[in-house]
């Protein structure tokens, strides 16, 4: 049973940095690329940041590019995401997601980007 477990989020002011973690279970982690996605109040879902099995390549969406960083540990089974310089409307549910099982989603984690 595929697994996913966000953690990191939280209210920080603009200009801040947090890291988001996702720890997956139930599959082969290093078998999967692994994706980043959020979704804000109103708003559909959508693409953050997406990171290869064995890390050789990284996409970002052009409205973080820049400002975060994903990582993946095959050890641990974790992805991260690092957010850096964060805006307002970086404001949003975050959820990771498996490239092997894209209907898998776990709770997510909540952003809030405020003075």
């Known amino acids: 049973q595929v697994q996913l477990v966000e953690s990191g989020g939280g209210l920080v002011q603009p200009g801040g940095s947090l890291r988001l973690s996702c720890a997956a279970s139930g599959f082969t982690f290093s078998r999967s690329g692994m994706r980043w996605y959020r979704q804000a109040p109103g708003k559909e879902r959508e693409f953050v940041a997406y990171i290869t099995r064995t890390s050789s390549t990284k996409n970002y969406a052009d409205s973080v590019k820049g400002r975060f960083t994903i990582s993946r540990d095959n050890v641990k089974n974790t992805v991260y995401l690092q957010m850096n310089s964060l805006k307002a409307e970086d404001t949003a549910v975050y959820y990771c997601?498996?490239?092997?099982?894209?209907?898998?989603w776990g709770q997510g984690t909540q952003v809030t980007v405020s003075s």
């Open positions: 997601n498996a490239l092997l099982y894209e209907n898998q």
